[in-house]
T-cell receptor, first 116, second 111 residues
Framework: AQTVTQSQPEMSVQEAETVTLSCTYD???????LFWYKQPPSRQMILVIR??????QNATENRFSVNFQKAAKSFSLKISDSQLGDAAMYFC?????????????FGKGTRLSVIA | ETGVTQSPTHLIKTRGQQVTLRCSSQ?????VSWYQQALGQGPQFIFQ???????GRGNFPPRFSGLQFPNYSSELNVNALELDDSALYLC??????????FGPGTRLTVT
């Protein structure tokens, strides 16, 4: 079974600084997707960034970028120029491609605080 | 906003009762998945429906059941509620982009 591990229960960052959230996963599949979701206090799970495993290039979405290391099964999220609105729970998630509409497998999350 | 809505927002039930949670997917999204998120945990997959048929199930007992309707709405039913069923229940719809769009969730408290 696939598992996702987020080893940092809590992180904090100064406003305008950069922070990196860690994620590792375990799978025997070669094709899959990886995601980072943000869950603010409003509870709505919002997709931050997505990475296809077959792509070597790391995904980037504005201030958010990932460092995808397939051999190491590592998928970290870097947030640059942190803003107060970035404060939230962040979840790393894995999705197998084989088999069609497969479910997301989530880590336990990292709570990010942004200090003004 | 994801275009996915859920009702009710909050719900309090007594152990042993039954509950129905509702989700309205984005128009055109034929797949809906339900997740349970216990306090301080990541969401856990309950089951998925595709075109009104159950299409996969996580490690949840049969007292968790669902329905999906042609109008892109769906239900999660839980019978014989237990205290451990207290959680945030999330639905997520998908239309073929390999991305799931989540609703705001229903917070269920079982006393």
């Amino acid at each position: 079974a696939q598992t996702v591990t987020q080893s940092q229960p809590e992180m904090s960052v100064q406003e305008a600084e950069t922070v990196t959230l860690s994620c590792t996963y375990d799978t025997s599949e070669s094709d899959y997707y990886l995601f980072w979701y943000k869950q603010p206090p409003s509870r709505q799970m919002i997709l931050v960034i997505r990475q296809e495993a077959y792509k070597q290039q790391n995904a980037t979405e504005n201030r958010f970028s990932v460092n995808f290391q397939k051999a190491a099964k590592s998928f970290s999220l870097k947030i640059s120029d942190s803003q107060l609105g970035d404060a939230a729970m962040y979840f790393c998630a894995y999705r197998r491609i084989r088999g069609g509409n497969t479910p997301l497998v989530f880590g336990k999350g990292t709570r990010l605080s942004v200090i003004a | 906003e994801t275009g996915v809505t859920q009702s009710p927002t909050h719900l309090i039930k007594t152990r042993g009762q039954q509950v129905t949670l509702r989700c309205s997917s984005q128009s055109g999204h034929n797949t809906v998945s339900w997740y349970q998120q216990a306090l301080g945990q990541g969401p856990q997959f309950i089951f998925q429906y595709y075109r009104e048929e159950e299409n996969g199930r996580g490690n949840f007992p049969p007292r968790f059941s669902g329905l999906q309707f042609p109008n892109y709405s769906s239900e999660l039913n839980v019978n014989a509620l237990e205290l451990d069923d207290s959680a945030l229940y999330l639905c997520a719809s998908e239309g073929g982009s390999n991305e799931q769009y989540f609703g705001p969730g229903t917070r269920l408290t079982v006393t």
